[in-house]
């Protein structure tokens, strides 16, 4: 092969040349090339090392779709592995390696492996899983053996291990319409949008826009098409309403018609200061136009992945946007008439066209003239069935081809070559739109799928609909812009095309049955056999198709191999290619660095939150503890103090007179809406509807099938509005309930549910003294018992912030919760703490909240742990005989009210020694030196102060029927065994006097 760049044509910049390294080799290119195209310009043939077989590849394609030349680029110590060739924009000081070799991408030593082809089938790896029947290898050790091979060689490139230091960014956008490609189709469409005077979002994956437009060699209103396209695009950018976002992949279409984007701001040359790398959009837009394109697919054949086979249009644009010739001589192998138009823009480019290879027998005039026009030999009817060379093809060889019947007959004949263009017809890019749900739909007269009727508002235009040529695409465009608006199309003329007119359905042919490896998927060298083979080993679903032979689950996803390997499919089966369907396509698009995911939010897995007070809590001693996502305090540990210590010394000031703690962190969900109590009704296990407003009451959920899920209580704070707390926990996963009931079980509900979690700041107030501390400090109402009773709601101020106060308990004492919005939550804790000095009022952290609950036997999620019921934790009482909710027609199955269910019971050690959750419980007539035959678990404990012992509380057989009883605590691990007595759950003030006082 003997790339080089064209005497003329193109859109680089000549003037300015650009010096980047290649595998440690100085090149150069010029400012506007990609990396592929100035590596073709170089005459570099092989870019890179397929994965199983290690087999060299080059360039195939000129975009997102690139399976075979991946690299690695490299900036001082940090790596990106994997990012095709084909998008990498060149600037001075780029380095970049090939990848999947060793020790050189001349002399692979992995290239053994396609020695052994026959073993490194379709699933190899998953049968060595079972192994030999019989020898020293039988069973899973074979796979022992064979796990470190294979799991050495998974993989393309490698990832480094320093620091990125990159800076990324994340936006947020909202705009009346997103068009999603900047071709023909999208930029008509944004100019028809945009004379609406609404706000117009354009998102183009490449540096110009133009699509291919700024390549195909057409005339549009009697100019240059990338002139007529560069004309366009700045008249939408001089628009105040319109934002044209170059460089910008739109990667994932989600429900509500958010989009998700990635915007490539300085991947393209050395980051300015304080600039961002990548730049992560989510985009809501009230109309979408996807405009974006189609891919071409190849033809399978023997020797169609060797360097020097391309795509057919992305060697015209090769030739057309960059002006690089990929080769001297080169071939054409098409089964439609796109490829014709190819080689016409080859030939007038420079290169030599030696023959053009169809399938069909018969072709259109205008395909024949431009046949003509390159002086190449024309074989209709014919197959390349062969190629030959190593490192670069050096020809081709072909044979008489019968596209009815896909037979081969005749002698075969050599013609040199040094690359071959390829065609097998175009795919539209409905990847967006099968994201945003619905099916495919199958074209027979383009053999390709097409985009699926419209599950959320938009529309689509040019070849993503099928409308391949650029006159229909221009009159789609129009119409779907002026649509998005609600607009009627504009009765002007459009931009009138001047081109050939070609014929663009192909012949339905995907594979040729000649001898030799074909290969489907390039990057995971998946052949046109491996396809056939999972058919025969009875993978005949396509989603089991592509995990049995890893087919499209490449970098690329497919977007070259996934139609042909469908087609293949479909003919094992002696099926047509509808039938057998296709795998919905899943975000992302193309590939999206973590680092715009993350954005400014990195060095945790996870985000942390934090309350209100929570610089307070750590200035006064506080040792934070991760509560789920929150970080709290466990406790306010004195100098010397152990863990135990400071929570008997915080459980115990609350008994005996006051203690504070911060329960920002429990969930709060409002709802509201007339039918709110009625939905309230159907989601807790009690009533609600009936709750006159300013009182509170404590609620049950349970799962649909019965099982208890989260507990809590609920202020009715108006006629139609209600507060919902949660556990910190499942503050989550209760809205996600909330909003699925509403939006699938019950949507005529009226009804709305918002998560203000973060905007309330809350404190309980708990003790013997707790009213005379709010006494202090409230002002605008009343805490008596009269004004405030059990359960009882309040409005007024603390240090003149509003307040709104409910008076109910978690540990067992006179209790009160406090609730300001989050920007005073601080001023409310230090105005509460300052009225609390008089009484010895100390903060005390979750320990002690645990160790109060636990006395009194409240329960929280490692009681409500999605095994237990209702009866199970006592709280039967609260399950409604009057109504139905979510669980009632599962909760009485025979299962879950078996007599010898797991019950809720407090256990007290005899010993009086320390125990943890976990800890298991045996029966105790049994011997104590082996104890066995477990009767339940221990799943919260705590040395008690006001019971001056080692309580837990505890899930046992039997339950009730147990009180009084002694069993053997259990717990080899820790070698913890012990005496237990198992009491009641209600270990304190069973009555409740305390908590009434």
């Known amino acids: 092969m003997s790339g080089r760049r064209a005497n003329a044509g193109g859109q680089v910049d000549r ?6 390294t290649f595998d440690g080799k100085p090149m150069t290119g010029h400012a506007g090339d990609t990396l592929a195209s100035a590596l073709l310009a170089g005459g570099v043939s092989v870019v890179g090392r397929s994965f199983k077989y290690h087999r060299p590849r080059g ?5 997102v779709d690139e399976p075979s030349a991946l690299v690695t680029v490299v900036n001082g110590t940090v790596r990106e592995p994997n990012v095709p060739a084909t998008t990498i924009e060149i600037f001075d000081g780029l380095v970049v390696e090939s990848q999947n070799r060793f020790p050189s991408l001349g002399f692979d030593i992995g290239a053994v492996n396609g020695l052994f082809g026959g073993l490194f089938s379709a699933g190899f790896y998953y049968k060595t899983f079972m192994g030999p029947v019989v020898g020293p290898l039988k069973g899973t050790r074979f796979w022992m053996l064979c796990e470190w091979f294979i799991r050495r060689a998974a993989g393309l490139g490698r990832a480094g291990h320093a620091a990125d230091d990159a800076r990324y960014d994340r936006m947020n956008a909202f705009c009346d319409v997103l068009v999603v490609g900047s071709g023909p189709a999208g930029l008509m469409a944004a100019r028809a949008a945009a004379a609406s005077g609404k706000q117009i979002m354009l998102a183009e994956q490449d540096p110009l826009p133009g699509g291919s437009a700024r390549w195909s060699g057409e005339t549009i209103d009697g100019m240059p098409a990338a002139e007529w396209a560069a004309r366009v695009a700045g008249e939408l950018a001089a628009m105040e309403n319109v934002r044209i976002l170059p460089r910008t992949t739109v990667w994932g279409y989600y429900d509500g018609n958010v989009m998700a984007a990635l915007e490539r701001v300085s991947g393209h040359r050395p980051a300015g200061k304080g600039e961002p790398r990548h730049r992560h959009w989510v985009i809501r837009a009230g109309r979408v136009v996807l405009s974006t394109g189609a891919f071409e697919r190849p033809l399978v054949f023997p020797g169609n992945d060797r360097p020097g086979v391309m795509l057919a249009g992305a060697a015209q644009r090769y030739a057309g946007a960059f002006g690089v010739l990929p080769g001297e001589k080169i071939a054409i192998f098409a089964n439609n008439d796109t490829a014709y138009g190819a080689a016409a823009a080859l030939h007038r480019a420079g290169a030599r066209i030696a023959a053009i290879v169809d399938v069909r027998r018969e072709v259109s005039a205008a395909a024949l003239a431009l046949a003509g026009e390159t ?6 009817g014919h197959a390349v069935v062969a190629t030959s060379g190593g490192s670069a093809l050096k020809d081709i060889s072909v044979q008489r081809f019968d596209a009815a019947t896909g037979a081969l007959s005749g002698d075969t004949r050599r013609i040199e070559a040094d690359y071959l263009a390829v065609s097998g017809g175009w795919s539209p890019a409905i990847h ?12 027979d007269r383009l053999q390709a799928f097409l985009p699926p009727e419209p599950l959320q508002p938009w529309l689509g235009a040019g070849a993503f609909t099928g409308a391949f040529t650029t006159q229909e695409a221009i009159v789609e465009g129009l119409a779907a812009g002026a649509a998005a608006c609600g607009q009627k199309p504009s009765r002007r003329k459009p931009p009138q095309v001047e081109t050939d007119d070609l014929d663009l359905a192909p012949a339905p042919v995907f594979e040729i049955g000649a001898k030799g490896k074909a290969f489907v998927d390039l990057q995971h060298d998946v052949t046109a056999e491996d396809v056939r083979l999972a058919h025969r080993e009875g993978f005949v679903s396509v989603e089991h198709l592509k995990r049995y032979t890893t087919l499209g689950m490449a970098t690329d996803q497919g977007k070259t191999s996934n139609v042909p390997g469908l087609a293949i499919m479909a003919q094992a089966a002696g099926k047509a290619i509808p039938e057998v369907g296709t795998t919905r396509f899943r975000p992302p698009f193309s590939p999206v660095s973590l680092g715009s995911l993350a954005a400014e939010r990195h060095g945790d897995l996870r985000p942390e939150r934090l309350t209100p007070m929570h610089d307070w809590h750590a200035e006064h001693g506080a040792r934070m503890l991760a509560a789920g996502l929150w970080f709290r305090p466990q406790i306010y540990g004195l100098p010397g103090e152990t863990v135990e210590q400071a929570y008997v010394r915080e459980a115990a000031a609350v008994r005996d007179s006051v203690g504070i703690v911060d329960v920002s962190t429990l969930g709060k969900i409002a709802v509201q809406g007339p039918d ?3 939905f309230l009704d159907r989601v807790y296990t009690n009533m609600f509807s009936t709750l006159p407003v300013g009182k509170a009451r404590y609620g049950l959920m349970l799962r649909e099938d019965g099982l208890a899920f989260d507990d809590g209580t609920t202020w009715r704070l108006g006629e139609h509005e209600f507060l919902m707390t949660t556990t910190t926990a499942n503050a989550g996963k209760v809205m996600q309930h909330l909003e699925y009931l509403l939006d699938i079980v019950w949507p005529e509900l009226r009804v709305h549910v918002t998560s203000v979690t973060d905007q309330w700041a809350g404190a309980a107030v708990a003790g013997p003294k707790a009213r005379a501390v709010l006494a202090a400090c409230v002002t605008g109402t009343a805490v008596d018992n009269e004004t405030l009773p059990f359960m009882g709601i309040v409005r007024g101020e603390i240090d003149r912030a509003s307040v709104t106060i409910c008076r109910l308990s978690f540990s067992g004492e006179l209790a009160f919760e406090v609730y300001c919005g989050a920007g005073h939550g601080l001023q409310v804790w230090e105005a509460l703490m ?5 009484f010895g009022m100390v903060p005390y952290g979750l320990e002690a909240l645990g160790t109060l609950r636990i006395e009194k036997g409240h329960v929280t999620g490692s009681e409500i742990d999605g095994r237990t019921t209702a009866r199970d934790l006592h ?17 009485d199955r025979e299962g879950l009210t078996a007599p010898e269910r797991l019950q809720l019971v407090g256990v007290v050690a005899l010993d009086n020694r320390a125990f943890s959750n976990g800890a298991h419980l045996v029966d105790a007539q049994q011997d104590p030196a082996d104890p066995h035959g477990s009767i339940g678990h221990v799943t919260a404990n705590c040395f008690s102060p006001a019971l001056g012992r080692y309580v837990g509380l505890a899930l046992v057989k039997g339950g009730k029927a147990r009180h009084g009883s002694r069993a053997w605590l259990s717990d080899p691990l820790r070698k913890r065994f012990g ?19």
């Open 15 to 20: 003037t300015r040349t650009i010096r980047f």
């Open 59 to 63: 360039i195939f394609s000129a975009g």
């Open 375 to 380: 002086g190449a030999e024309h074989l209709p």
């Open 432 to 443: 967006l739109a099968s994201q945003a749900g619905g099916a495919a739909r199958w074209d």
């Open 676 to 678: 709110a109590g009625e």
């Open 834 to 838: 300052e009225a609390g000095k008089p």
């Open 875 to 891: 709280l039967d009482w609260m399950l409604s005989k009057k109504k139905p909710f979510v669980g009632s027609a599962m909760m």
């Open 979 to 997: 005496p237990v007595e198992i009491v009641s759950h209600h270990m304190f003030d069973p009555e409740g006097s305390r908590m009434h006082g």
